[in-house]
């Protein structure tokens, strides 16, 4: 991926959708674009449709959580162009407990099982969402398991000697 297209891309992204685009990046030969969260509907299907940029295949879509950032929930969003064998990340977050996102299911069907995944592993809902259920995890399980808020290991546990494992 070179640089050209990356500015390509967002430079055709902020013609269309200005200050929503926040930033764009090229990580690890990866080009990255983060944008509005109440925008992020509208900029994916501007991105699967413009026959310049045809990003028509959704290869990804999970959750993130960063719980020092000031945005801590988001999701990304990888597509791919096969013609031009490009790919392109999308990165959107915010700051709600309980985040909500626009489902993607409309663009591509595809997405049913990947959001109900982020929504079985960090809780995030999906607005439009033909059947937004557990698809993993069992049904009675509390909390969101991806979410970096609880320990790594279970602080009551007395069974274990913390000094064999160099603590």
């Not at 993607?104 to 049913?112: C, D, E, H, I, M």
């Not at 995944?117 to 993993?136: A, C, K, M, Q, V």
């Amino acid at each position: 991926m070179s640089t050209l297209h990356l500015e390509l891309i967002e430079t055709r992204l902020k013609e269309h959708f200005g200050e929503a685009v926040y930033s764009a990046e090229l990580l690890y030969d990866f080009p990255v674009v983060t944008v509005e969260k109440d925008k992020l509907h509208e900029i994916l299907k501007f991105l699967k449709e413009d026959p310049e940029l045809n990003f028509h295949f959704l290869t990804t879509l999970c959750g993130l959580h960063y719980p020092e950032a000031g945005l801590p929930y988001g999701i990304m969003v990888q597509l791919h162009n096969m013609p031009a064998n490009t790919r392109l990340r999308i990165k959107s977050f915010t700051s709600d407990k309980e985040p909500v996102f626009h489902t993607l299911t409309a663009l591509w069907p595809s997405a049913n099982w990947m959001e109900r995944e982020t929504y079985d592993f960090f809780g995030y809902r999906f607005s439009g969402h033909p059947d937004l259920r557990r698809i993993l995890n069992m049904d009675s399980l509390e909390g969101w398991p991806m979410r970096k808020e609880y320990p790594l290991e279970d602080p009551f546990r007395k069974d274990k000697d913390d000094k064999m494992f160099g603590r």
